[in-house]
């Protein structure tokens, strides 16, 4: 069983930054993507930024420009850094990753709270 365990997340300022790790237990190159979903309070769970194994990433319009999702293969470590944090970028966030055979396996992390508030 693979475990997904993130961190970096806290309370910071609009206008901050932060980086978020998401730590794999084994390999990553296990999953076919890996990505970052949030969840505010009251709302459904959704798509941050995905990244596949060869790099490609996918971004929610809505943190385009301000997110930037990658990845170090060597430490089976997923990262989102974000910039220019607004309130609504407020949520817990997960760490996603999918593993793709006869069906689509989702394995996903405890998640980390992002409050940006002034």
């Known amino acids: 069983q693979v475990q997904l365990v993130e961190s970096g997340g806290g309370l910071v300022q609009p206008g901050g930054s932060l980086r978020l790790s998401c730590a794999a237990s084994?390999?990553?190159?296990?999953?076919?993507?890996m990505g970052w979903y949030r969840q505010a309070p009251g709302k459904q769970r959704e798509l941050v930024a995905t990244?596949?194994?060869?790099?490609?990433?996918n971004y929610a319009e809505v943190v385009k420009g301000r997110f930037t999702i990658s990845r170090d293969n060597a430490k089976n470590t997923v990262y989102l850094q974000m910039n220019s944090l607004k309130p609504e970028d407020t949520a817990v966030y997960y760490c996603?990753?999918?593993?793709?055979?006869?069906?689509?396996?989702?394995?996903w992390g405890q998640g980390t709270l992002v409050t940006i508030s002034s």
């Open positions: 990244i596949g194994t060869g790099g490609r990433t």
């Open positions: 084994r390999s990553i190159f296990r999953f076919n993507a």
């Open positions: 996603n990753g999918k593993a793709f055979s006869s069906t689509t396996v989702d394995y």
